[in-house]
C-alpha cells in the first residue's frame, strides 16, 4: 500500500474519530449528519474510481447498483423479518450477479457506447423500482425499515450510524489501496493505458474489467443498504438517472485516478450546496460556476491541487536559496 497512503489513512481516520466534535456548535450541529451521506456516497465513487481511473470504463448506472442494495435489505427486514445483516448480504450477492450478467457484454464496449448501455441498464432498474407495486411500493415507497443492531446495540442514532458507516468506508478504501498497490492495479492501469498493449502482454482484460465492474457493484450495493436502514424509508426517485450523473461527477470533480479524490469529491458536491444556501436563488449558479472552474484548471480533479502547489512552489524557494 505504500507509507504515505498508511499515514494517509491513519490522519484520516483521526480527522473522522474527532469531527462529531463540530455537532457541539449549534450552528453546524447537522454536519455530522450530512457526514454520513458523504460515506455512502464516497463508497459509491471509490468504487467507481477503480472502474473509471484504472480500469478506464465508465458507467451511468451505480444508482442502480446502489437502489438493488437498499430496496434487497428494505423488502427482506421489513416485508419478510429477515434479519438485516443477512439482507445486507443478498443485496451484495444480488448486485454482484446482476454486474456480471449486465458487464458480461456490456464491457466489451467502449467510450459512450458504454456508457449508454449502463445508461440504459440504469433505467431498466428505475423503471423495476417504479413498477413492481406489489413488491417496491412504487414511487410511493416503503417505510419500517429496522436499524442494523449488532450484539443488542441498535444503530438508531446519528453517531452511531456516523460511526457505522465511516468504519465501513475506511474498510472499503484500505481494500481498494492494497488492490490499486497490487499485480492487480497494475493491470488495471495498463487496461487503461491500451487495453490492446495489455492483451499482447498476457493481461485478461475482459476478466479484469468484469471483476472490477463486480467489486464497484458490490460496494455500491453495501452503502444503498447502510442508507436504507439509516433513513428507515426508501422511494425510487433517490436511484434515479440524475444520482448516477452525479456520483460520476464526484468522481471527475475530485480525481479520477485516485480513490482519495473520489472522496473529496463525494464531500465537496454533497457539501456545497449546503454552503451556498446564503445565496439564496443563486445558489444553482454558483454551483455549476464552482464545478466549471474545477474542471477547467483542475482537470486532474482537486486531488492533484497540492502536488499542483508543491510544483510551482518549490522552484521559488530553491531559487531564494
Do not use: C
Amino acid at each position: 500500500m505504500g507509507r504515505r497512503n498508511l499515514i494517509g489513512i491513519l490522519f484520516f481516520s483521526i480527522f473522522i474519530l474527532l469531527f462529531p466534535l463540530v455537532g457541539r456548535i449549534s450552528a453546524v450541529s447537522h454536519y455530522v449528519d450530512i457526514m454520513i451521506f458523504v460515506g455512502l456516497t464516497a463508497m459509491i465513487t471509490m468504487g467507481l474510481s477503480l472502474l473509471m481511473g484504472y480500469a478506464g470504463q465508465i458507467s451511468l448506472g451505480h444508482a442502480a447498483f446502489y437502489g438493488l442494495g437498499a430496496y434487497t435489505s428494505g423488502i427482506l427486514t421489513a416485508k419478510y423479518g429477515i434479519n438485516p445483516w443477512p439482507a445486507l448480504l443478498a443485496g451484495i450477492f444480488l448486485s454482484a450477479a446482476v454486474a456480471v450478467i449486465v458487464g458480461s457484454p456490456s464491457l466489451k464496449l467502449r467510450g459512450h457506447y458504454l456508457a449508454m448501455a449502463t445508461l440504459a441498464f440504469g433505467e431498466i432498474i428505475y423503471i423495476i423500482f417504479n413498477e413492481t407495486v406489489s413488491l417496491t411500493e412504487g414511487p410511493d415507497g416503503f417505510g419500517n425499515i429496522p436499524h442494523l443492531s449488532i450484539f443488542g446495540f441498535k444503530f438508531e442514532s446519528i453517531l452511531a450510524n456516523y460511526y457505522l458507516v465511516w468504519a465501513v468506508a475506511i474498510i472499503m478504501l484500505i481494500f481498494l489501496l492494497n488492490i490499486i498497490h497490487s499485480r492487480v492495479g497494475r493491470a488495471l492501469s495498463s487496461i487503461h493505458g491500451s487495453e490492446i498493449a495489455a492483451m499482447t502482454m498476457g493481461v485478461n482484460a475482459s476478466r479484469y474489467k468484469i471483476q472490477v465492474f463486480v467489486i464497484s457493484a458490490a460496494m455500491a450495493s453495501v452503502a444503498g443498504s447502510l442508507y436504507a436502514h439509516y433513513v428507515q424509508f426508501i422511494n425510487p426517485p433517490v436511484f434515479d438517472l440524475f444520482f448516477s450523473i452525479k456520483l460520476l461527477m464526484m468522481v471527475i470533480i475530485g480525481g479520477m485516478a485516485s480513490v482519495w479524490g473520489a472522496i473529496i469529491g463525494a464531500a465537496l458536491i454533497t457539501f456545497l450546496p449546503e454552503w451556498l444556501l446564503f445565496l439564496e436563488d443563486f445558489d444553482i449558479l454558483a454551483y455549476g460556476l464552482v464545478l466549471l472552474l474545477i474542471i477547467i484548471f483542475l482537470p486532474k480533479g482537486l486531488f492533484s491541487l497540492p502536488g499542483i502547489l508543491y510544483r510551482s512552489v518549490t522552484p521559488r524557494l530553491k531559487s531564494r536559496s
